[in-house]
């Protein structure tokens, strides 16, 4: 039930601090919910299988790696199955977006929540995105404004 219940509500990324927060952590049996496999598929080659965000890109054993197709607009909230509404991000991005850390404004640009506050040089891929075109812009069908206004108004932890 717990994981219904996360399911319905969150993105899979923002799952263990829910859980850690709640203190749920050894209560819960990770489910995957089966996702449209053609929506991974279609988003990781709108972006060449590459991080919007900072463009990282690798291949282990022969398949793309480390990389996520997010949806801008959760699936939770109703985000649509749908090539306009998928993004690729690498892990710590897929994360940082999904948390509201990151944007992206309706120019393509990178916006990063002033909220967010590093001290090490180690948090550097998130802070020295701010004010930067997408590292991987999609290649042949742009993230529609509708989406990327919702995590702007409902996720964004910045202005
Ligand atoms: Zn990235």
């Not at 969150?10 to 203190?23: A, M, Q, V």
């Not at 209560?27 to 996702?35: E, G, H």
């Not at 001290?119 to 802070?127: D, F, I």
């Not at 701010?130 to 812009?137: D, E, F, N, Y």
């Amino acid at each position: 039930m717990i994981d219904t219940i996360l399911n319905e509500w969150w993105p899979e990324t923002l799952h263990p601090d829910i859980r850690e927060e709640l203190g749920l952590e050894r209560l819960v049996i990770t489910r995957r919910r089966r996702r449209d496999q053609q929506f991974t598929v279609d988003v990781l080659e709108n972006f060449r299988y590459s991080c919007a965000m900072c463009g990282f890109h690798a291949v282990l054993n022969g398949q793309a790696t480390g990389i996520d197709a997010a949806h801008v607009r959760w699936h939770s909230a109703d985000g649509p199955d749908a090539l306009e509404n998928g993004i690729a991000l690498c892990k710590l991005h897929h994360w940082a977006f999904d948390k509201g850390i990151l944007a992206i404004d309706d120019a393509n640009v990178i916006r990063v929540a002033g909220a967010f506050v590093t001290q090490v040089e180690g948090g550097l891929p998130l802070e020295s995105l701010a004010g930067c075109p997408l590292a991987t812009p999609p290649r042949s069908l742009a993230i529609a404004e509708e989406f990327l206004e919702w995590h702007r108004s409902n996720v964004y932890l910045g202005a």
